[in-house]
């Protein structure tokens, strides 16, 4: 069975501080997905990253940037320089490639706070 | 381009009642995925529907059912609900299986 663990609950900075984001995963395939999705206070969650197990290069989007080890079976997500949009709740997701279809085990989400 | 979009936004009914939610994907994608997502938790898989086939399914009683039209848009149907139902669905679709799904603002459903 497929399983995402975030650890942190809750974080809160200061704008322009860093946060990192933590997400362990557990899976039994050897194909998998890994996602990262923003909620913010709307409701809707939207879509930040998708990557494939064979691909551990890190990756950065702006102030985004992801670290993927397979080693550890890690994905964290780091916001550099946050700014007050970026308060929302934040979601690790696991998708496994070989399953019938692509459906998402979602993290129990950490709420980020950034205040002025 | 129009994104998922479902409705209706918000939803009242009482316990042992019978709900139907809908939602139409976004342009382009074939594939339409349901999830529950309960206060402060995370969403969890409900099913998915893909060629008007019920194609995965969590981890969630035969109360809920949905059904998928030609046109690609999609129902979900929950049964005798129970206080426990209350929670925000979501809907989400993706060109096929091997694409990022993308979600609707969400159906927030209360039981009284």
């Known amino acids: 069975a497929q399983k995402v663990t975030q650890a942190q609950t809750e974080i809160s900075v200061v704008e322009k501080e860093d946060v990192t984001l933590d997400c362990v995963y557990e899976?039994?395939?050897?194909?998998?997905?890994l996602f990262w999705y923003k909620q913010p206070p709307s409701g809707e969650l939207v879509f930040l990253i998708r990557?494939?197990?064979?691909?551990?290069q890190n990756e950065i989007s702006g102030r985004y940037s992801w670290n993927f080890q397979k080693s550890t079976s890690s994905f964290n997500f780091t916001i550099t320089a946050s700014q007050v949009v970026d308060s929302a709740v934040y979601f690790c997701?696991?998708?496994?490639?070989?399953?019938?279809?692509?459906?998402?085990?979602f993290g129990g989400g950490t709420r980020v706070l950034v205040k002025p | 381009d129009a994104g998922v979009t479902q409705s209706p936004t918000h939803l009242i009914k009482t316990r042992g009642q019978q709900v139907t939610l809908r939602c139409s994907p976004k342009?382009?994608?074939?594939?339409v995925s349901w999830y529950q997502q309960a206060l402060g938790q995370g969403p969890q898989f409900i099913f998915q529907?893909?060629?008007?086939?019920?194609?995965q399914r969590g981890n969630f009683p035969d109360r809920f059912s949905g059904h998928q039209f030609p046109n690609y848009s999609s129902e979900l149907n929950v049964n005798a609900l129970l206080l426990g139902d209350s929670a925000l669905y979501l809907c989400?679709?993706?060109?096929?299986?091997?694409?990022?799904?993308?979600f609707g603002d969400g159906t927030r459903l209360s039981i009284l």
């Open positions: 989400a679709s993706s060109d096929g299986f091997n694409q990022p799904q993308h």
């Open positions: 899976t039994r395939d050897t194909t998998y997905y």
């Open positions: 990557r494939n197990s064979f691909d551990e």
């Open positions: 997701a696991l998708s496994e490639a070989q399953a019938a279809g692509n459906k998402l085990t």
């Open positions: 342009s382009g994608h074939d594939t």
């Open positions: 529907y893909y060629e008007e086939e019920e194609r």
